[in-house]
């Protein structure tokens, strides 16, 4: 359980370190970490309302932030190129993000096509029933993008690499908040690149993107 701790603990170094310099981002990841959180809320009652929220609100976000506002040139602080941190990257790097979100965009085009999705619903009776449709396929994509990075990291690493990183993911919100919190404030305050720096606090053996 230590291990497992430590690991955790790692990984969610490692994130930040590599993939969080841009105060932008930092906010964006805390606007995605409470709707998340939301989302989590909502899932017990409505889990297609919950899987809308958390595609349209706090993917788009979270994502906005790596793709247009996080720094892809050389990291003088980790002194790590970008190709050299996509390619250690534990979870899902900017391309395999572009993948994902590229299912994600096509999958109302399907429902559009075929009403009953390859015969999992039955035709939508109306504009509501529609969005109803594409909230249980997105709650379908993102658990299955979940599972399937857990599993594929079993066989590329270890289990308790997958174990540790889908935890990871689905804690995330709860430690961007803690994390984040202060963002905007910097943000505000015109500084639009976090200082990181080798700080105490920091997991021994954090080499993990």
């Not at 998340?36 to 809320?41: E, K, L």
């Not at 429902?111 to 009776?125: Q, S």
């Not at 505000?188 to 690149?193: K, T």
Request: aromatic content about 14%; glycine content about 6%; hydrophobic content about 45%.
């Amino acid at each position: 359980m230590r291990s497992f701790w430590v690991e955790l603990q790692t990984q969610r170094w490692d994130d930040h370190r590599y993939y969080h310099h841009s105060r932008i981002n930092q906010s964006l990841h805390l606007l995605s970490a409470v709707s998340f959180i939301v989302a989590y809320v909502t899932a017990f009652a409505d889990p297609a309302k919950s899987a809308l929220i958390g595609w349209l609100v706090s993917m788009v976000s979270r994502q906005s932030g790596h793709f247009f506002f996080e720094p892809k040139g050389y990291d003088k602080v980790n002194q790590a190129t970008h190709e050299y941190k996509e390619d250690i990257k534990v979870g899902y790097n900017l391309r395999r993000k572009v993948i994902l979100h590229a299912i994600w965009a096509l999958s109302p085009a399907l429902l559009w096509l075929d009403p009953t999705f390859f015969g999992l619903f039955h035709p939508h009776a109306n504009g509501e029933e529609f969005v109803r449709h594409v909230g249980e396929i997105w709650l379908i994509v993102g658990v299955g993008a979940l599972l399937f990075r857990a599993v594929q990291l079993f066989f590329l690493k270890d289990v308790q690499t997958g174990l540790v990183w889908a935890t990871k993911i689905l804690t995330d919100p709860f430690n961007d908040v803690k994390t984040y919190y202060k963002a905007p404030l910097y943000l505000l305050r015109g500084e639009l690149i976090d200082p990181i720096a080798d700080a105490a606090g920091r997991p021994v053996e954090a080499h993990r993107a």
